[in-house]
């Protein structure tokens, strides 16, 4: 499952480890029993780490899922992130049995697999270098890179300048009085705190003005040719530099931004200034004085290059054609191979900074299995001569967790057409049914679901909850609901082991995923019969995420809402703006007139060059603001009138 676009664009990686887990555990516990209002006293699916494994005996469909899952989760595959050649075998292995299964390849194709290229940063180049008046600096032990980093040389003399905030809801900005423009700015991190180390600003944690997106762009709109960051000086936490995060088409900033290690910082103010840092950290934090200057005799140079890297992904797919006059319609039901291999952003173990196999048992080897499972008994019911009124396309998706990027590829360049598909089904971590409670979403994309699924429940022991009616959320139904797809979720709940090692086969509930394919079974040769139906784009704003497009601020705070969905995976040195794949239903965008592949390059006076732009043009909007957006559209520039919707 993807945090990132159930978040977007809060700030994308910068968040992930501190709130997300709390993030999703708020979204998806309060599910609630059908037809029953929500409730925040329904018992929360953050579940202890339990041995899940049920006593009874296993049943020939549990077993074939237990042996996929095993291998989908062996330390073999390496937790099948992109950069490992987990990721292959577990391809070909989805391949080979939907060989097994006798499905074929869909039609144009000559076989299970869909290749595409994606872009991506994989690191700092060995080009890269920074010096101070003429004295190299050693990349990783004085100085790093960091995410949201620009590209490029740059050369001027060093302007301190606190830490780096521009924050007009608090009446405080580091850069006023002080002349940036063709400088290098030297900031620390975080935000002004007070003496226990707490932010002057934030209610319970950093603003949004502590975040590296907003410093960078705050530089950078005052005219500095390179942001250098470091700890401030009473900062009492390791002084470690981070490397950068892999990216994926997110765009980066405007301008390079580095940080380099607190003693250096330190000693350059203090040689330039005769001043003590820790008193104008003192000074900043107690009256809320910004202390910004020029450091005397101070130059510093530097060039920022990354590597790019194209990797070679592919989505993996068959079907059973369907027979009738309705043949050439079709059912999906997909689920995500991909996980987070050796950890990295997404990771929640030790902030994400560990190396162990993250093994991906319920996300989504669950999904992955029973999907393979179902293909094997229907497979084996169409080769003894069962036909369905529809064909049913198995697709398992690559990079889901980079962004939904498999899946949207596929939508953006589908095998049949999309309106040929009458809906699709998702199982996105299926492995960890507790109390029978499996949480659906998206009944509300289409007039009819909402029964199927009652009748297909009807005389299985799950009980059906809740997550959200709509078809928006962080998994690849997602991506066919902006097609206006109807979809449905399954997901049996999060838990302390989610996007950490420990999400090991040992722990899944087979009999529960056992549980889940029928269900899921009933539910596609249902729908491979109900009427088509036009897609219920009013759902969506009751989905899982309402806000894409501006999900930040406080707790507590008013949050304006866009509700575009960012184009992933595209290069973005080859997008000036945010090129979006869609809008969510009922949304700002879809009342303003956006459309797929539209290119925000305005918000009122505001250019916007990335995510990073519009995001941070969103945090500064409230509900019920009055924007005019500059668009290109087919290559010509439009504006368009939007009144921002609340982010609930």
């Known amino acids: 499952m993807n945090l990132r676009s159930l978040r977007f664009p809060n700030r994308s990686i910068r968040t992930i480890c501190s709130i997300g887990s709390i993030l999703c555990v708020l979204i998806f516990s309060l599910g609630c029993s059908r037809h029953t209002p929500a409730s925040t006293n329904h018992p929360t699916t953050l579940a202890a780490t339990t041995q899940l494994a049920s006593t009874a005996p296993f049943s020939a469909a549990a077993v074939a899922m237990q042996q996929s899952v095993n291998y989908l989760a062996s330390d073999e595959l390496e937790g099948r992130g992109l950069s490992t050649e987990g990721i292959n075998l577990a391809a070909a292995y989805i391949a080979g049995n939907f060989a097994g299964a006798k499905l074929q390849p869909l039609p144009g194709m000559s076989n299970y697999f869909q290749p595409f ?31 949201y980093s620009g590209e490029g040389a740059f050369h001027g003399p060093v302007v301190f300048v606190g830490y780096g905030v521009t924050n007009p809801a608090q009446h405080y900005d580091d850069y006023a009085g002080i002349d940036v423009k063709g400088k290098v700015a030297l900031a620390w991190r975080f935000e002004p705190m007070d003496t226990a180390g707490k932010s002057r600003f934030g209610k319970e944690d950093w603003s949004d003005s502590a975040h590296l997106d907003s410093k960078v762009r705050a530089a950078a709109e005052h005219g500095a040719v390179a942001l250098i960051l470091a700890n401030p ?4 936490g390791p002084d470690t530099l981070v490397y950068m995060a892999q990216g994926y088409g997110e765009g980066a900033g405007a301008i ?26 003192d000074k900043i934090g107690g009256a809320l004085t910004p202390q910004s200057q020029s450091l005397k005799d101070t130059d510093i140079a530097g060039k920022v290059v990354l590597k790019h890297t194209v990797r070679h992904l592919e989505n993996v797919m068959g079907y059973l054609p369907g027979s009738g006059p309705h043949a050439d319609e079709y059912v999906v039901v997909g689920a995500h191979y991909d996980h987070l291999g050796r950890g990295g952003p997404g990771s929640l173990a030790m902030r994400g900074h560990t190396h162990d196999i993250h093994h991906g048992a319920d996300d989504n080897a669950s999904g992955t299995a029973t999907v393979l499972e179902l293909a094997s008994e229907m497979g084996r019911e169409y080769q003894n001569g069962h036909r369905w009124p529809r064909s049913i396309i198995f697709m398992t998706f ?25 809906a699709m089904v998702n199982l996105d971590m299926v492995g960890r049914l507790r109390q029978q409670q499996l949480f659906i979403g998206g009944e509300g994309t289409a007039a009819s679901l909402e029964s199927i699924l009652n009748k297909a429940d009807e005389g299985l022991p799950l009980q059906l909850k809740d997550v959200g009616r709509g078809g928006m959320g962080p998994s690849d139904h997602m991506s066919f609901a902006i097609k206006k797809v109807p979809v449905l979720f399954f997901f049996t709940g999060l838990h302390v082991d989610y996007h950490r090692p420990t999400d090991t086969a040992d722990k899944i509930n087979y009999n529960g995923m056992a549980e889940v394919l029928d269900l899921t079974k009933r539910t596609v040769i249902a729908l491979t019969h109900m009427p088509k139906e036009a897609y219920v784009t009013a759902a969506d704003a009751h989905s899982m995420s309402m806000g894409l497009g501006g999900d930040t601020g406080a707790a507590g705070e008013r949050r304006a809402s866009l509700g575009v969905v960012p184009s992933y995976g595209e290069d973005p040195s080859d ?54 957006l500059k668009v290109i559209r087919n290559g010509k520039p439009i504006v368009l009138e939007a009144t921002l919707g609340e982010r609930k």
């Open 117 to 147: 290229d994606l872009n991506s940063i994989e690191g700092i180049a060995p080009e890269t270098a920074l010096g101070i008046n003429c004295k190299p600096l050693k990349l990783s032990d004085q100085y790093t890179v960091l995410s």
């Open 233 to 236: 000086p009473k900062f009492k």
């Open 575 to 628: 997008i000036a703006g945010v090129k979006i794949t869609g809008v969510s239903g009922g949304s700002a965008a879809e009342k303003a007139g956006l459309q797929e592949n539209d290119i925000i390059v305005g918000f009122n006076e505001k250019k916007l060059d990335n995510l990073m732009d519009l995001s941070a043009a969103l945090t500064e909007s409230k509900p019920g603001d009055h924007v005019k």
């Open 398 to 422: 690559t990079a889901e967790e980079e962004g939904l990027i498999g899946s949207m590829h596929w939508v953006n360049h589908p095998s049949v057409p999309l309106d040929k598909i009458v």
């Open 256 to 281: 390079p931004m580095l940080r380099v290690k607190q003693p250096l910082a330190d000693d350059w103010i203090h040689t330039a200034t005769g001043l003590d840092p820790a008193a104008l950290e």
